[in-house]
């Protein structure tokens, strides 16, 4: 069934955030994909193909406040009303919290927190008075237990969550639903580059479970957890943290 309605997805060039734009564009949306690697938001729209006026590529530095409003007032105009948000833009550098340097700590919360804060921001003082839209963050398992060598970022991560959560607490009452979508090892270039081991079985020295349904998520698995969660089969959800990890975090 299609659907009308303009979805913006930040980091929508790759992994997790292509797979998004990828099954918000075949349920119907018109897709604002925003993210700063201009190659993979060409290749984004020319893969596309037939589809693709249903994809507008911005290159968009996340934590920019003021281009991101010009983004949306860019979207706004050329698709229509934004309707729903997906935060999905993320920044991972791997390292131990006395090896974390003040650049790197920086660069992630810029990226995961501050980027989280200025799209969800832009796209809730519109829908505030429409008094309708739904926003997702794609968090991590990670913000949810202690990971060795990640602080910063399940650090992030947790943050954008609990934003997310308060964002969802006060836009409740102007009809705006708020979420987490939190993956855990999922297919992708980053957890590839992340060289993390036998996810499947765990690491026990490095106090790491492993997953339980015994096999790695694909992207589309959490974009489908995302659209569950922006779709009116969710009316009644918001605040909602929704794990998709394959049990590997225990529930913890």
Partial sequence: ??????????????????????????????????????????????????????????????????????????????????????????????ATVLDTTDADWAATFAVNVTGVFVVSRAAARRMRGRRHGAIVTVGSNAGGVPRGGMAAYAASKAAAAHLTRCLGLEMAPHGVRCNIVSPGSTDTPMLRALGAGDVIAGDAAAFRTGIPLGRVAEPADIADAVLFLLSERARHITMHELYVDGGATLRA
């Avoid at 119907?28 to 893969?47: M, S, T």
């Avoid at 037939?50 to 979207?75: L, N, R, W």
Wanted: charged share 25%.
């Fill in 1 to 94: 069934m299609r659907r009308e309605g303009v979805a913006v997805v930040t980091g929508g060039a790759g992994g997790i955030g292509a797979a998004i734009v990828e099954a918000l564009t075949g349920s119907g949306r018109r897709v604002a994909a925003l993210d700063l690697d201009e190659d993979g938001l060409r290749g984004l729209v020319e893969q596309a193909g037939e589809q693709g006026p249903a994809i507008t590529a911005h290159t968009v530095d996340v934590s920019d406040a003021p281009a991101v409003e010009t983004a949306f007032d860019k979207i706004e105009a050329e698709l229509g009303a934004v309707t729903e948000v997906v935060n999905v833009a993320g920044l991972l550098r791997p």
